[in-house]
């Protein structure tokens, strides 16, 4: 009987926690660059059961292994990519196969998928609410004029026209340069699994960074989250109804004891 109200109210918490990580799933399927969560559980204190004799209790047979708790092991991050979504933002970048844009924080450098970028107050290109974004040089990226591009290779370039006396029939000469703004620094890691992932698609970890020597950057497009909807509503309703059902039982099971204690005990 007792085991009964193990197992239950194990598998409620269980799936309330699965429930919140579904729901962070769902409300951050248009977050660009995000990753899909997913919550294994697991059993413990897994118990052997015997079988003996009435009065004898010698030789006992072994049964079957039980678990009085259910929990949640560990959560895993999927970390396939998503879809392309072109949106001509000229601070839009996203990045086709593996790597990490890198962003200097409050708290060291974070790494994140989510290239929806922008200019701080002054001219800084940042991710907003996280911090500004790290160039190859390991300095952020300042951008004093807008009519640049990226390329494929994450560098930041603006065309400037000079015009300067003599030399055509006008009497001046039209000079064009390049100007590199900067270069996209982009990472990579040995072990996802270190990876811990923070508030807004940052992650951190202790290792290393591996630089990518030649990313595949797609400017005025961002990468979206490779959240499935169908799998998180068909993923939500199962825990709900799993989650309502031991609700129901538990309170069978109060029941039950309750006629014990208070009709039983008077026979």
């Known amino acids: 009987m007792y085991q009964g109200f193990y197992n239950l109210t194990s598998g409620m918490l269980t799936q309330n926690r699965n429930l919140n990580v579904i729901s962070n799933n769902m409300v951050n399927i248009q977050t660009p660059g995000y990753k899909r969560d997913k919550m294994v559980s697991t059993t413990f204190q897994e118990e052997m059961l015997y079988r003996t004799g009435k009065r004898y209790k010698e030789n006992p047979e072994p049964l079957a292994t039980t678990s009085k708790i259910r929990t949640a092991e560990r959560t895993y991050v999927n970390y396939e990519q998503g879809g392309f979504e072109e949106t001509d933002g000229i601070f839009d970048v996203a990045l086709n196969g593996e790597g990490f844009f890198v962003i200097n924080t409050a708290n060291g450098p974070g790494y994140t998928r989510n290239g929806s970028f922008r200019v701080d107050d002054e001219g800084y290109l940042c991710l907003n609410n996280v911090g500004r974004v790290q160039g190859a ?7 004093d004029n807008e009519n640049f591009t990226i390329s494929s290779r994450g560098v930041i370039s603006v065309v ?13 000469t039209a000079e064009t340069t390049v100007r590199e703004l900067g270069t996209l620094r982009v990472v990579d890691f040995e072990d996802y699994e270190q990876l811990h992932k923070e508030d807004y698609g940052v992650y951190t970890t202790n290792q290393a960074a591996l630089q990518v020597e030649n990313p595949s950057v797609l400017w005025k497009t961002l990468e979206r989250s490779n959240v499935d909807i169908m799998e998180e509503m068909t993923s939500m ?6 989650l309502q059902s031991a609700a129901q039982v538990l309170k069978m099971y109060d029941q039950v004891m309750s006629k014990a204690s208070s009709d039983v005990g008077r026979l």
């Open 137 to 143: 040089d390991g300095q952020p990226i300042q951008i």
């Open 237 to 242: 309703i199962t825990a709900q109804r799993a």
């Open 160 to 172: 400037e026209s000079e015009r300067t006396e003599g030399g055509d029939e006008e009497g001046e």
